[in-house]
């Protein structure tokens, strides 16, 4: 069982501060695998401590599953549009089938760090959407699901096969092959510039990190099955030498436990933070691309408005009856417009914030990360080290009696 | 790379008092010759001696693979009961890639074949060395060439015959062919000693093997790492990213370490370890020959029983093949003494190696270890020293 509570930055307090002090905390705990074979999926229970009086406080525990939370993740995104919304971790068909207890102990972590983040930011942690995931009961849930139409109502594919559309169209937009309707904003391109890059390089630097956790197992097992070797070969000699190997030889396996654990570590609290950020760079890229989309919309409204207009008073000009028609089109068209730039406008005041926000967390992280790489790296060479050299007085009067 | 392995025995400085016997040898400078599939290594074999039958002080002569192999085998041939020292592989697949990490194992193999047999209180004295050490390369090539018998015989030839030993001593310590086995309770633990060790050997090696690999695979896989990491760095640009290039930098420094720790892993532990394998199997082939000897004194004791029946019956029925029948019967009687002395004469020298053998395989096995320990404990010294120089600037970051 593992209860994280990710303490990011906003109001997550324990629950015995003053009621007067409002506090959302939430964990996400208690995997379980539930149904068989293809049907096979894993419940997690997540816990509400609150008092904000929107929520039926202090506690509340409901059961979700994976797809309980991409509808939470989906219905902020297209509410929200401006903010980086939290990323989710990978659905991994494939994976699931094994359902090794690392990769659900990764999911459960990365899934926490989700929902704590919503509830940390100050305003998607208003979201009516989360207060139903955290509070609904599970027939509720499920009824919500079944009710989702139009872009939300979609299986996993088609989740993919939109995200694919946005990033490409991105892809377009950055590369200005849809020429007409790209902003003309040195620094945002200069923005857009360095997320790209970001993204290669993390997944560059989260797939050796992978591969280091890998070098690391490998090792391990090898030196376990040579200690094991050794122990045979001090079994078979007997003598004063045959002793020293027996020594060398379950030195070996201990050490080949170390190393197993270390990779361990490597892989909970360096190489998930570095999935991590890749996943909310590509979260940023979504918002790009969504700002993208509003940015475009404006402008073919703006287009098409200036045409109404001619068309308009060329009506008027000709005494048309259709005059009233196409005042009414006209003024329809003059309020989408508006809000079309409204949209934008806030999307680009959202996306300056956030940049900040996300910069700061970062650059937070990704010093706890590294620095938790280099202290575990540390730690297993001392430990490594010791253990060799507690052999040494002992080998030396075998090399030279 | 000269090398004088000092084992035991006369190799010493050639500054000795000249009144001091002395035979040093080194094998060293492997060159490639020839192309594609006829390429082979060329060895200086160099010779420092005052020793008469030798033509001193100092005698350099070029030697190949093939001529190494003509000396083992003669010396096989002619000092049964002693345990050759071992050949490396002959490594038909290896030779045509010729990393320089082969030829160098390679060379340092030979290097101590040549000493071992130059240090051992019988093997030194042969003449077959003496030929080997300082007959010019033409000469050496007409040796080859007139090889008859078992000695003339390509390199799979050997294996077969080598194999065809083997399955000889397995059958024999197996019983299969129980009329003619042993029967030296002593002689039978000692013969399961060598199996057990030969085994357990050879399993130590490969995982030895394999940790070289380790090492190496994660040697690569941190500077893939640090590389990287350089990247990110250098995208980010802030006080983050110099930490980034520094940790980038030393993941790279501590690729090579491992790449250098594992380089001595495989030439201190590993090949010492299969040189050990080689020699428990040099070992198994003087078996055999015991084994050999012994049937074939059985067999002679047998025929020689037979022919003195078959003798008196002639002499008794006054047969004019008496004559001959007693020739044969004193010829085979003189064989028979022979194989008497042969098989007698094996157990004896057999005895003294086994002694020579456990006193050097503990002191040889005692240093090995020694060194497998102190290059691991040496290598995460490094690791341990280098992640700490990082620390005190990735606090800074993590808590700013």
């Known amino acids: 069982m593992i209860t994280t509570q990710r303490s990011i930055s906003g109001s997550s307090q324990s629950p015995r501060s003053p009621s007067s002090q409002p506090y959302l905390s939430v964990s996400v705990t ?22 904000l009086p929107e929520y039926q406080g202090p506690e509340k525990i409901v059961i979700r599953r994976y797809s309980d939370f991409v509808w939470l993740h989906d219905h902020l995104f297209e509410k929200y549009k401006g903010i980086f919304i ?26 926490d760090t989700f929902v704590n983040r919503i509830a940390s930011h100050h305003e998607l942690q208003q979201s009516e959407d989360l207060r139903t995931f955290l509070q609904a009961d599970e ?45 003309s904003n040195p620094e945002y391109e200069k923005l857009k510039h360095y997320i790209f890059e970001l993204e290669n390089h993390l997944a560059e630097a989260q797939k050796h990190a992978y591969r280091l956790v890998k070098r690391h197992r490998e090792l391990g097992q090898s030196l376990s099955d040579f200690g ?20 060398l030889g379950t030195k070996s396996e201990t050490l080949s436990d170390k190393l197993q654990k270390e990779a361990h ?19 940023i ?39 009233g028609e196409a005042e009414f089109e006209y003024n329809q068209l003059k309020a989408e417009s508006e809000e079309a ?22 650059t937070l992280d990704m010093g ?34």
């Open 368 to 401: 706890i990360a590294f620095h938790e790489f280099a202290k575990g790296q540390a730690r297993l060479a001392n430990g490594i080290a010791t253990a060799w050299r507690s052999l040494l007085p002992k080998l030396e009067a075998c090399s030279s009696s």
């Open 341 to 362: 730039t409204r949209m934008f406008e806030k999307i680009m005041r959202l996306m300056n914030e956030e940049i900040v926000r996300f910069q700061e967390q970062k």
């Open 228 to 247: 094991k070797a050794v122990k045979l070969l001090g079994a078979c000699e007997g003598n004063s030498l045959g002793k020293v190997f027996s020594d």
């Open 285 to 323: 890229k979504a918002t790009i691309a969504e700002r993208a989309n509003a940015f475009r919309r404006q402008c073919e409204l703006a287009e098409t408005i200036k045409l109404k207009e001619i068309n308009l008073n060329r009506l008027i000009l000709i005494r048309s009856d259709k005059v």
């Open 139 to 183: 027939e509720t849930m499920e009824r919500l699901m079944s009710q989702e139409t139009g872009i939300f109502k979609r299986k996993p594919a088609d989740l993919m096969q939109i995200f694919k559309d946005v990033q490409s169209r991105v892809s377009d937009v950055v590369l200005g092959k849809e020429k007409p309707v790209e902003e």
């Open 86 to 111: 939290p990323p989710l971790p990978e659905k991994s068909a494939v994976e699931k089938f094994r359902f090794s207890s690392e990769f659900i102990e990764m999911r459960c972590q990365a899934l």
């Open 30 to 51: 208690d995997p379980v695998k539930l149904g068989n074979g293809v049907q096979a999926y894993i419940s997690y229970r997540v816990i509400t401590k609150t008092n």
């Open 265 to 283: 570590q490597l892989l909970m609290n360096f190489e998930e933070p570095l999935k991590d950020y890749v996943r909310s760079v590509q979260s």
